[in-house]
């Protein structure tokens, strides 16, 4: 599957983005995606992740509140609504998937098999 992320963009502090990530095929069973994140001279960070069978999300602890995982499986397509959104936010935004992940492993981007391009979020203050 071919993963493709947009929606980036520069933004104020407490303005918010959308981002999304198509996928080029519907996904089926238990497929989980996930967003990172990947500021510069850090390593890449989980920020959210979604069961497309049950909707089940995750989120990290310094998104909780203020961003949202979603996926619209008739355009096979995730989205994250980021609002509230913080100077310190301020990454290259990409989303990953994969199959039948257990939950412990969401966060963890070395699971994923397939990766989207990348977009990057900046906000300024």
């Known amino acids: 599957v071919q993963l493709q992320a947009s929606g980036g963009g520069p933004v104020q502090a407490g303005g918010s983005l959308r981002l999304s990530c198509a996928h080029s095929?519907?996904?089926?069973?238990?497929?989980?995606t996930g967003w990172f994140r990947q500021a510069p001279g850090k390593g890449r960070e989980f920020v959210a992740a979604?069961?497309?069978?049950?909707?089940?999300?995750d989120y990290a602890d310094s998104v909780k509140g203020r961003f949202t995982i979603s996926r619209d499986t008739t355009k096979n397509t995730s989205y994250l609504q980021m609002n509230t959104l913080k100077p310190e936010d301020t990454a290259i935004y990409y989303c990953?998937?994969?199959?039948?992940?257990?939950?412990?492993?969401?966060?963890?981007?070395?699971?994923?098999?397939?990766w989207g391009q990348g977009t990057q979020v900046t906000v300024s203050s």
């Open positions: 095929r519907p996904t089926f069973g238990r497929y989980i």
């Open positions: 990953a998937s994969d199959g039948t992940l257990i939950r412990s492993s969401w966060s963890n981007s070395r699971q994923y098999g397939y």
């Open positions: 979604i069961d497309w069978r049950a909707g089940y999300t």
